[in-house]
């Protein structure tokens, strides 16, 4: 079974500082999704990680992934309030037509002026 | 832009009552999906559709939920006997590649939330 853990669970930063984000998972799987959420809002997909190694840049976050560790990380560069948000990255399990997609429990970022 | 819509964006329903939320996916997408989000908690995967038929489910997905699109615009996600645990945020969303291929990075609509009494 497939199983994604996100750490930290609430993540509070000040305006301007750096802080990452992890998102591990425990099988094989060859495509990881980072999405946003604003309170009371939908889902906004953020990134499409592909590949062992991929990286993949908007603003000030940063995406990568590195499939032999199972891991993903979201780095956020000089925080802004903006970003205040819960972010949840997702991992495609199984083969062409295993379209069951497991999401992270979250991380709720909150960014202090 | 392009969205994909949902309705209603409220629905109240008693226990045991049937309920159908309604999707329009973005025009030109072939693959179709519905998760739901319980207050505050994760978002878990409930189904997956192509081509007229599920392409995958999730153990939540049981034989109370059954999905359609009985048109060339709606898909819907009926719930036939709804049950307290119900209540949740329903999200369709879709995709115009499968999400083995290419990205298939899939928009979300904006939600319907169930609360069954």
């Known amino acids: 079974e497939l199983k994604v853990e996100q750490n930290p669970l609430f993540l509070s930063m000040q305006e301007g500082k750096n802080y990452t984000i992890y998102c591990n998972y425990s099988?094989?799987?060859?495509?990881l999704y980072w999405y946003r959420q604003d309170p009371g809002k939908s889902l906004e997909s953020l990134f499409v990680l592909l590949s062992n190694g991929a990286v993949k840049q908007e603003g000030r976050l940063m995406a990568s992934l590195d499939t032999k560790a199972r891991l993903s990380t979201l780095h956020i560069t000089a925080a802004v309030h903006d970003l205040s948000a819960t972010y949840f990255c997702?991992?495609?399990?199984?083969?062409?037509?295993?379209?069951?997609?497991?999401f992270g429990p979250g991380t709720r970022l909150s960014v202090l002026p | 832009e392009p969205e994909v819509t949902q309705t209603p964006s409220h629905q109240v329903t008693q226990m045991g009552q049937e309920v159908i939320l309604r999707c329009v996916p973005i025009?030109?997408?072939?693959?179709f999906y519905w998760y739901r989000q319980i207050l505050g908690q994760k978002v878990e995967f409930l189904v997956s559709f192509y081509n007229n038929e599920i392409s995958e489910k999730s153990e939540i997905f049981d034989d109370q939920f059954s999905v359609e699109r009985p048109d060339g615009s709606n898909f819907t996600l009926k719930i036939r006997s709804t049950k307290l645990e119900d209540s949740a945020m329903y999200f369709c969303a879709s995709s115009e590649q499968p999400p083995h291929k290419g990205e298939g990075e899939q928009y979300f609509g904006p939600g319907t939330r169930l609360t069954v009494t």
């Open positions: 997702a991992v495609k399990s199984g083969g062409n037509y295993g379209q069951n997609f497991v």
């Open positions: 025009s030109n997408h072939l693959y």
């Open positions: 099988t094989t799987s060859d495509r």
